[in-house]
């Protein structure tokens, strides 16, 4: 007895769960959105539970549909990823990981040459962007995500969580006094990414009294905030390990010993079939050899 459900349905239930539109839906398969429809009915009929439910912004999955989505969309990826790896046995194999643009910049940009050197037929690809990836619609193996490790249906591994403490270029202190003092930040400008509380906690941690935390410029990423520091605009806050080569060389200093953790890191993340391609493997085992290393 053949207990799978009409692919063909399983294949319309699946895309329009993950758009949660059959409009939508009807697009990527290249159908008419009665077409999805009637899969949809055909699959609630052989499954005999409804899989949807109509809400304020259309429509959602049941609690049902959505135990069900979720364990078909394992499925899915894993041929997908059988169908790729086939594919590419007659292309040189790639990795493509997701990042922000601070991450690549600061971090991973200059650890690549190490990797090239130890997997030269192996073609890094880096989507830069602020947007969480979806793994699911973008064509991405791993991301680099900023945050607290909690990513349903992902595998999750902690890469960095340094704590954050104030950088500033050596020219700035020249410039004007010396930093004796947090309270004599008061007389620098504040830099500041999207997490701009961060400052808040560092003043806090330091008792400091007299410092407007919530002033000075704001920039869309932590790169924005060290390039400014660089350049002596004012007093950043960022990890050691994505300022490491700007600490040695001197263009940025520590003025100040405190350091705060946040609870927030940077994290590896990717769905757990990605692994089975070897490159995949060999790209993760890396990358976590290298955040050791430093």
Known sequence: ?????????????????????????????????????????KLADYLQMTLFKKD?????????????????????RQMEEATRRLQEQRTPPKITISCTPGFAMQWL?????????????????ISTTNRLADFSRDDVDFAVRHGLGNYQGLQSEMLIDDPLQPICSPRLLKSKKQLKSPDELSAYALL????????????????????????????????????????????????????RDELKNRELIMPFKTAIRTGIAYYLVYPSEVLMREEAQQFRDWLSDAVKSI
């Open 1 to 41: 007895m053949n207990r799978l459900p009409p692919l063909k349905a399983l294949q319309y239930f699946e895309c329009v769960s993950r758009h949660l539109s059959v409009k939508n839906a009807a697009a990527e398969l290249n159908v008419t959105p009665a077409a999805v429809s009637q899969q949809l009915s």
């Open 56 to 76: 304020q912004r259309g429509i959602a999955l049941t609690v049902e549909g959505e135990r069900y989505f979720m364990g078909i969309r394992t499925a899915f």
């Open 109 to 125: 940009l200059p650890q690549l040459p190490q990797f090239h050197t130890n997997y030269p037929a192996i073609d890094i690809r």
């Open 192 to 243: 500041h990414d999207e997490h701009q509380h961060d400052w808040r906690l560092w003043l806090e941690a330091t008792a400091a009294s007299d410092v407007a935390w919530n002033k000075g410029l704001v920039f869309a990423d932590s790169n924005g905030a060290i390039e400014a520091a660089k350049r002596g605009y004012g007093v950043a806050l960022a990890r050691k390990a994505m300022v």
